[in-house]
């Protein structure tokens, strides 16, 4: 069955830098858009940034010039490197395989993000 996997968060300072991993498995990566997503406490679950199975990003407007998403399809992993992270930016930070032509999507198990000094 697919599998999401994260790794990565914690705790960082405002203006350093984060990175989270997410590894695939059970699927053919490589063919998949992939996401990352965010759910602070109290909120919704919103998008932080996608990427084609191309490596053509997008990014909500908030993150723009912070955030970077990227994937490896050698290694069935997608990234968010994370820079200059501010306050709001603290949450549980989700990845998810967007499913083709009716599929399921599937969300990784989440990791929290807390940026604070």
């Known amino acids: 069955q697919v599998q999401l996997v994260q790794s990565g968060g914690g705790l960082v300072q405002p203006g350093g830098s984060l990175r989270l991993s997410c590894v695939v498995s059970?699927?053919?990566?490589?063919?998949?858009?992939m996401g990352w997503y965010r759910q602070a406490p109290g909120k919704q679950r919103e998008l932080v940034a996608t990427i084609s199975g191309a490596g053509k990003p997008t990014y909500t407007d908030s993150v723009k010039g912070r955030f970077t998403i990227s994937r490896d399809n050698a290694k069935d992993t997608v990234y968010l490197q994370m820079n200059s992270p501010k306050p709001e930016d603290t949450a549980v930070y989700y990845c998810?395989?967007?499913?083709?032509?009716?599929?399921?999507?599937?969300w990784g198990q989440g990791t929290q993000v807390t940026v604070s000094s």
């Open positions: 059970g699927s053919i990566f490589s063919i998949y858009h």
């Open positions: 998810k395989r967007h499913g083709r032509l009716g599929e399921s999507d599937y």
